[in-house]
């Protein structure tokens, strides 16, 4: 009973801070896409609204900050 309790609450290994990392990577990638996607718009000569594209663009550079700072934690704990 206790291996089973065990094996469902304890501890994970290091390279579940993987999912950390490749996280980090897929929203680094958002933000970069929105990034280009906006000046794509500018270019076009589009008129921009200053808070939507402060939402948009600080959303996945902060999702970005947050699972690589995590991952490093993971990281940094399990040494």
Same mark, same amino acid.
Do not use: H
């Given at each position: ?17 993987? &999912?950390?990392? &490749? ?40 999702? &970005? ?15």
């Amino acid at each position: 009973m206790n291996n089973i309790i065990q094996s469902l609450f304890g501890p994970l290994d290091a390279t579940y801070c993987n &999912y950390f990392y &490749y996280l980090s990577i897929f929203f680094f990638a958002i933000f970069c896409f929105s990034a280009l996607n906006l000046l794509k718009t500018l270019f076009d000569g589009k008129k921009l609204d200053v808070q939507g594209v402060l939402i948009v663009l600080l959303q996945p550079l902060l999702m &970005y900050f947050i699972n690589r700072l995590y991952f490093s934690m993971c990281v940094g704990s399990l040494r």
